[in-house]
């Protein structure tokens, strides 16, 4: 599975962004799927992960109420909604496809890694 993650960018706190990831060599219906994103200097930290049929999501505590992970495996594509941003989700956010399986928050559950996108939140 190749993942292409998109969507990041600069903006003010308490804007909104929408990443997407589009996943192509095979279908994601049956993977369980991640965000996980990275700040500068600080380790890799789970976002949000779905089960293989979006009918499971979990968040972070630091995202709860403000990020909305969903899926729609018609378009091999899963999406990562954040509003209102702080300066402290400043991170290259990560998608990932996992195998079959419950939906983890571990990096070590995923094995198929998109390159990243950009997102920087000012004050």
């Known amino acids: 599975v190749q993942l292409q993650a998109s969507g990041g960018g600069s903006v003010q706190a308490g804007a909104s962004l929408r990443l997407s990831c589009a996943a192509s060599?095979?279908?994601?219906?049956?993977?369980?799927m991640g965000w996980f994103r990275q700040a500068p200097g600080k380790e890799r930290e789970f976002v949000a992960a779905?089960?293989?049929?979006?009918?499971?999501?979990y968040y972070a505590d630091s995202m709860k109420g403000r990020f909305t992970a969903s899926r729609d495996n018609a378009k091999n594509t899963v999406y990562l909604e954040m509003n209102s941003l702080k300066p402290e989700d400043t991170a290259v956010y990560y998608c990932?496809?996992?195998?079959?399986?419950?939906?983890?928050?571990?990096?070590?559950?995923?094995?198929?890694w998109g390159q990243g996108t950009l997102v920087t939140v000012s004050s």
């Open positions: 060599g095979r279908t994601i219906s049956s993977y369980k």
């Open positions: 779905m089960s293989w049929s979006g009918g499971r999501t």
């Open positions: 990932a496809a996992g195998d079959p399986g419950f939906a983890t928050t571990t990096a070590a559950s995923y094995g198929y």
